[in-house]
């Protein structure tokens, strides 16, 4: 199920595997890109609360995310599980690449957001991703092909 967005993101629902993937289409990853596409997710009706949001960054080369969008951004998703939006249970993880910038950010979001460790990762493949969140690789495969 693809959905585009008129962000730097599109998201694909794969709710058979639990999981929601968000691909950054672009070089640059800022608070407002974050803000906005997690706006559009939660506000899709196929959207289900207890999914867990996958975000490959890979094609990110410079992060401008400052205090003031990591404190938004840490508001807005605390607002989405009070409001039933996003489940508390949901994980998230990060594909990244090799910059230290973009491993930073995940860094200090992963220690400001006040949640468990274990529902935060940051990885360097969808593999890792897939491995970590112990989804079956038949079916992560067939839904990520399908």
Not at 78 to 90: I, K, L, Q
Not at 116 to 132: D, G, H, N, S
């Amino acid at each position: 199920m693809d959905r585009s967005v008129n962000v730097a993101y599109t998201y694909d629902l794969h709710p058979e595997i639990g999981i929601l993937l968000i691909r950054n289409d672009g070089g640059t990853w800022t608070g407002e890109d974050i803000l906005a596409s997690a706006e559009a997710v939660v506000s899709d009706e196929r959207m289900e609360p207890g999914l867990d949001w996958v975000y490959d960054l890979r094609t990110v080369r410079e992060v401008v995310i400052g205090v003031e969008d990591m404190e938004c951004v840490l508001e807005r998703f605390s607002t989405y599980r009070t409001e039933g939006r996003v489940a508390s249970s949901s994980a998230s993880v990060i594909v990244r690449t090799e910059d230290v910038n973009l491993h930073l950010t995940p860094t200090l979001y992963k220690h400001r957001a006040g949640r468990p460790e274990e529902l935060f990762e940051v990885v360097q493949t969808l593999e890792a991703a897939r491995q970590y969140l112990g989804i079956r690789k038949a079916n992560w495969d067939a839904a990520l092909t399908g």
